[in-house]
């Protein structure tokens, strides 16, 4: 059974760094042609895709939030990280990790983590 789980701090202050990190159990995130993904959902709004990285490393990244995102893993812990810069009270939201393959690209989920920015 393959398992997500996010976990960071729930509160960051305006202009700080956004780090996430989803530990994947049941699958490598090393296997052919996956994608490990970050996706976000600001309160009242539509999910958000942030970018992905896949399973040899590359990455692909939300035009809107490109210059301000990392994506990277530690492929010995069977992790993968989110870092998202200059954070402003608009990047408030629930934050998900998610998993996948080309056919199926989200079919696997962390629980998310609710993360708020404040001043």
């Known amino acids: 059974q393959v398992q997500l789980q996010e976990s960071g701090p729930g509160l960051v202050k305006t202009s700080q760094t956004l780090s996430l990190t989803c530990t994947v159990s049941?699958?490598?995130?090393?296997?052919?042609?996956?994608?490990w993904v970050w996706i976000r959902q600001p309160p009242g709004q539509d999910p958000e895709w942030i970018g992905h990285?896949?399973?040899?490393?590359?990455?692909n990244y939300n035009p809107s939030l490109k210059s301000r995102t990392s994506i990277s893993r530690d492929t010995s812990k069977g992790q993968f990280s989110l870092q998202l810069r200059s954070v402003l009270p608009q990047d408030t939201a629930v934050y998900y990790c998610?998993?996948?393959?080309?056919?199926?690209?989200?079919?696997?989920w962390g629980q998310g983590v609710r993360v708020t920015v404040s001043s």
């Open positions: 049941g699958a490598s995130i090393t296997s052919n042609e996956t994608f």
């Open positions: 998610s998993g996948g393959f080309h056919a199926d690209y989200l079919r696997y």
């Open positions: 990285i896949t399973d040899g490393g590359g990455t």
